[in-house]
């Protein structure tokens, strides 16, 4: 079973629109952290996001927010009034005992912003 | 601050061939991954080290496959003989300590194509 899924696969918005992507995880830990990577089209991936468990208080920056709840085992990941430049595909990730496993990654969301 | 520098960016090979990815973390960081990222299974963890010494190899796919730390600056993944399904994105990435302790930091990657 897959341990991070997006089932999302690809997403298409208008410009200004707001988008969410989903990120459902599993895991029998109680202390685990979880990510979330952005890939632009020049290939890098580039960190947004890390958050423990304990802690579900939800964050903004800027236009970027996340959602963390731990009853639907989902950390959800929104953009506001998306732009071009966000177009890209976004990965999230979990590292299970208390961190000390490595990533393993949900199979993406390809985000395409249209002008 | 540099990053974590891979090399080579591109190599297309042909099958048979020995084929050496290297990479060069970031100064301080003690661990150290490679990653596969191909469009049917996503981004997969291949190996990871710790303090130059490897903990999981246990996704490397198969004895063709190999990865060496010999110290704590650099890191190559060697696949010999290379054949077509080898044809993916390589990642190195690198961290101080694991997830519970910072994120992870992703070189550019390179892109390996076997014809």
Known sequence: AQKVTQAQTEISVVEKEDVTLDCVYETRDTTYYLFWY????????VFLIRRNSFDEQNEI???????????????????????VVDS?????ALSENSGNTPLVFGKGTRLSVIA | DAGVIQSP????????????????????????????????????LLIYFNNN??????????????AKMPNASFST???QPSEPRDSAVYFCASSLGLAATG?????????LTVL
């Open chain 2, 53 to 66: 010494v490897p903990i999981d190899d246990s996704g490397m796919p198969e004895d063709r496959f190999s």
């Open chain 1, 88 to 92: 890209a595909v976004y990965f999230c």
């Open chain 2, 103 to 111: 994120e992870l930091f992703f070189g550019e990657g390179s892109r």
């Open chain 1, 61 to 83: 920056s800027g236009r970027y927010s996340w959602n963390f709840q731990k009853s639907t085992s989902s950390f959800n990941f929104t953009i506001t009034a998306s732009q």
């Open chain 1, 38 to 45: 952005k890939q632009p089209p020049s290939g890098e991936l």
């Open chain 2, 9 to 44: 960016r591109h190599e297309v090979t042909e099958m048979g061939q020995e084929v050496t990815l290297r990479c060069k973390p970031i100064s301080g960081h003690n661990s150290l991954f490679w990653y596969r990222q191909t469009m049917m299974r996503g981004l997969e």
């Open chain 2, 77 to 79: 993944l060697k696949i």
